[in-house]
T-cell receptor
Framework: SQQGEEDPQALSIQEGENATMNCSYK?????LQWYRQNSGRGLVHLIL?????REKHSGRLRVTLDTSKKSSSLLITASRAADTASYFC???????????FGIGTKLQVIP | DAGVIQSPRHEVTEMGQEVTLRCKPI?????LFWYRQTMMRGLELLIY????????DSGMPEDRFSAKMPNASFSTLKIQPSEPRDSAVYFC????????????FGQGTRLTVV
């Protein structure tokens, strides 16, 4: 079964706007990651946030983690058409760091 | 490093045939994952290995699916016999758990069973 669930499942915005995607998960985790998948391609790692971190930045990406609510959000600022992709959150728990993915948010950025 | 290498990139086979998907993880990584992606079910974890040992195969859908990792640089996912509902994109990913759980994905194998 999937550990994470992204919300919304689809999001359409204008270029230049900010995009926010949310992820909820069920069990305690070691780390939470966000990945991007362009159509027909493999997943690409974006950012990892550890369970003892609350916020992390990478370029135009900002990730927050609230372990008390078992949720995370990914903010993409000043979106570009090239950001059009599906975004997945992934969690790992347990000593062997098994990574499981949510169902993804499909983001469309309209030029 | 060339990244995670999967072969073949595309496979079309007839129902009932055996299919073998191959994966070469990134050198030095000690964890390997096989995922299946479909429109209906999203990205599903099928099996993962740590140090070449299968740790959790609870995601393998049926006995028709089997996976092996004979050494640190090679893994296979086999479907025998294949069925049309096995049509999906199969991804292999590897990670080095010593540096956190960032997983590196291959480009995937698009399997079509007709």
């Amino acid at each position: 079964s999937q550990q994470g669930e992204e919300d919304p499942q689809a999001l359409s915005i204008q270029e230049g706007e900010n995009a926010t995607m949310n992820c909820s998960y069920k069990t305690s985790i070691n780390n939470l990651q966000w990945y991007r998948q362009n159509s027909g391609r493999g997943l690409v790692h974006l950012i990892l946030i550890r369970s003892n971190e609350r916020e992390k930045h990478s370029g135009r990406l900002r990730v927050t983690l609230d372990t008390s609510k078992k949720s995370s959000s990914l903010l993409i600022t000043a979106s570009r058409a090239a950001d059009t992709a599906s975004y997945f959150c992934a969690t790992d728990s347990g000593g062997y760091q098994k990574v499981t993915f949510g169902i993804g948010t499909k983001l469309q950025v309209i030029p | 490093d060339a990244g995670v290498i999967q072969s073949p990139r595309h496979e079309v086979t007839e129902m009932g045939q055996e299919v073998t998907l191959r994966c070469k993880p990134i050198s030095g990584h000690n964890s390997l994952f096989w995922y299946r992606q479909t429109m209906m079910r999203g990205l599903e974890l099928l099996i993962y290995f740590n140090n070449n040992v299968p740790i959790d195969d609870s995601g393998m859908p049926e006995d028709r699916f089997s996976a092996k990792m004979p050494n640190a640089s090679f893994s296979t996912l086999k479907i025998q016999p294949s069925e049309p509902r096995d049509s999906a994109v199969y991804f292999c990913a590897s990670s080095n758990s010593a540096f956190g759980a960032e997983a590196f994905f291959g480009q995937g194998t698009r399997l079509t069973v007709v």
